[in-house]
C-alpha cells in the first residue's frame, strides 16, 4: 500500500501538463572503467550506463522529467564489489527516476526539484524519495541534494556539491566538481557498515564535453572517489576506500 500514495503523487503533475507542447527526449550512453555508488564499488570491470528522459512541460515554468536507466557488465565481473560474479552483458541495476523541477524566484537560485527513484539491483529493490536545489555563487555553481529511503533502508543520505567550468578550446568546455556525502545511521549502515551518522564519502570529477552537431555531444570524465566511513566497518565490509575511475560517452538531444 505505501506504493500507491507515491504513485499518485507522480502523476498528477502528468494529468495538468499543456501536451500542445511536444515533449522532449533526452539519451545518454556512457562506458567507463568502473562503477562506484555513494563511494562503493558496485562493479569493478568495466561497464556501459544508459538513460533516457522525456521531459514534460506542466506549465511555462514548471517540468517533469521522466528517466529510465541501467547498468550493463561488460566482462565478465569477480571480486569484492557488490555486482560481483556476474556475466557479460549482464544488467546488474536499473532506476525509473520522477523528477518535477520548479524555478525559484529568489536571485541566483536555478530551481527547486523533487521526486522519487525506484532501484532495481540484483536481489534487492528499494525507493527514495529527493529534493534539492542550486543556486550560483560567483563563478561556481553549488547544489544540495536529500534522499530518503522510504523502503527497504528508512534513512537518508544527503550531498553537497560545488562545481567550475572553464574553456578548453572554442569548441569544448570543460569542468570540475567536488561532492561531500554524508548519511543518517540507518544509511550509513547498509551503504557501509558503520552504525554512526555522519560524513560518508568525497567524490572529486573533472571531464570536458565537446559538441558534435546541434543534437549531440560527447563527454569525457575522471573520477576519484574515497569513503570517509569507519575503517573497522570498512574492514569488515571488504569495501576498499578509494576508487578511481574514467568514462566516456555521448548524449543526445531531440
Not at 566482462?75 to 525559484?104: C, K, M
Not at 525506484?118 to 534487492?124: I, K
Not at 561556481?140 to 562545481?163: H, K, R
Not at 566538481?177 to 564519502?201: F, P, Q, V
Request: net charge negative; with cysteine.
Amino acid at each position: 500500500m505505501k506504493k500507491l500514495p507515491v504513485l499518485i503523487l507522480i502523476s498528477l503533475p502528468l494529468v495538468s501538463c499543456n501536451m500542445t507542447e511536444a515533449p522532449r527526449v533526452r539519451a545518454d550512453a556512457v562506458v567507463m572503467t568502473q562503477y562506484a555508488f555513494r563511494g562503493v564499488a558496485m562493479n569493478e570491470r568495466p561497464i556501459l550506463q544508459g538513460s533516457m528522459t522525456t521531459e514534460f512541460h506542466v506549465n511555462e515554468l514548471d517540468r517533469l522529467d521522466v528517466t529510465a536507466w541501467g547498468n550493463m557488465s561488460l566482462t565478465a565481473s569477480a571480486g569484492d564489489a557488490v555486482f560481483q560474479n556476474t556475466d557479460i552483458l549482464d544488467v546488474d541495476e536499473n532506476r525509473w527516476i520522477v523528477d518535477y523541477y520548479h524555478p525559484l524566484e529568489a536571485e541566483d537560485f536555478k530551481n527547486f526539484h523533487a521526486g522519487v527513484i525506484q532501484y532495481s539491483r540484483q536481489g534487492f529493490g528499494t525507493r527514495e524519495l529527493f529534493a534539492g536545489t542550486k543556486v550560483d555563487w560567483k563563478q561556481f555553481t553549488l547544489e544540495a541534494l536529500a534522499y530518503w529511503d522510504i523502503d527497504e533502508v528508512d534513512g537518508v543520505y544527503g550531498s553537497g556539491s560545488i562545481l567550475g567550468t572553464f574553456n578548453v578550446d572554442e569548441r569544448t568546455n570543460g569542468f570540475w566538481k567536488a561532492t561531500l556525502g554524508a548519511a543518517s545511521s540507518n544509511m550509513a549502515n547498509h551503504l557501509y557498515g558503520d552504525n554512526s551518522a555522519g560524513l560518508t564519502d568525497l567524490l572529486l570529477e573533472a571531464g570536458a564535453n565537446r559538441p558534435l552537431n546541434k543534437n549531440t555531444n560527447m563527454h569525457a570524465v575522471a573520477a576519484f572517489s574515497t569513503v570517509l566511513a569507519n575503517d573497522e566497518a570498512l574492514d569488515a565490509a571488504n569495501i576498499d576506500s578509494t576508487r578511481v575511475w574514467l568514462g566516456m560517452g555521448v548524449n543526445w538531444a531531440f
